[in-house]
């Protein structure tokens, strides 16, 4: 089936450390792969996406890139603020019956960054 | 545009009532999610819409569950009769398209069912 598998949180971080949430997935066929992040007490907004192997996508300093080969959309980012400290949740779209798509999510990852 | 909007922001009921979420879309978008958010079970997709047309009811959780989208602009989560474990998050979204479109979410509403 499809799925997407991220690593447990949370992840704690001291400002201006380097991030990195891995994000692993199964899928038949060549999905779109997504990043949404969740800030407390809101709903998810989208972080960046790929479409396609080998795609970077990137948004706010944060990048990630679509490894077809290891299954893989990790998400970094170089210097990280005490605002990035969110949820960040792995996505992807499978199709499904009917010419249509179907998103899920991974568990989510919880961040949090202390000045 | 405003954004995704749902009412209520909050809703605190009792065992065995009805309980109505409410969720008006972008407008222009076509499509639109229900999604429930839990600790246990994470972000579950309930149920899409498109052009007011449900597509996949196949996350609802069982009968008790209901949804309804009467017109573009305007769209409804029933649970009849609620229980505890109904408490969740409830998120509506909506889209332009599918697939690598971004879907929008709105701010959620936290059911709390005692």
């Known amino acids: 089936g499809n799925s997407v598998t991220q690593m447990e949180g949370p992840v704690t971080l001291s400002e201006e450390a380097f991030l990195t949430i891995n994000c692993t997935y199964t899928a038949t066929g060549y999905p779109s792969l997504f990043w949404y992040v969740q800030y407390p007490g809101e709903g998810l907004q989208l972080l960046l996406k790929a479409t396609k192997a080998d795609d970077k996508g990137s948004n706010k300093g944060f990048e990630a890139t679509y490894r077809k080969e290891t299954t893989s959309f990790h998400l970094e980012k170089g210097s990280v603020q005490v605002s990035d400290s969110a949820v960040y949740f792995c996505?992807?779209?499978?199709?499904?019956?009917?010419?249509?798509?179907?998103?899920?999510f991974g568990a989510g990852t919880r961040l949090a960054v202390h000045p | 545009d405003a954004g995704v909007i749902q009412s209520p922001r909050h809703e605190v009921t009792e065992m065995g009532q009805e309980v109505t979420l409410r969720c008006k879309p972008i407008s222009g978008h076509d499509y639109l999610f229900w999604y429930r958010q839990t600790m246990m079970r994470g972000l579950e997709l309930l149920i899409y819409?498109?052009?007011?047309?449900?597509?996949?009811d196949s996350g609802m959780p069982e009968d008790r569950f209901s949804a309804k989208m009467p017109n573009a602009s305007f769209s409804t989560l029933k649970i009849q009769p609620s229980e505890p474990r109904d408490s969740a998050v409830y998120f509506c979204a909506s889209s332009l398209g599918q697939g690598e479109y971004e879907q929008y979410f709105g701010p959620g509403t936290r059911l709390t069912v005692t």
């Open positions: 819409f498109n052009n007011n047309v449900p597509i996949d």
């Open positions: 996505a992807l779209t499978y199709p499904f019956s009917g010419g249509y798509n179907k998103l899920i």
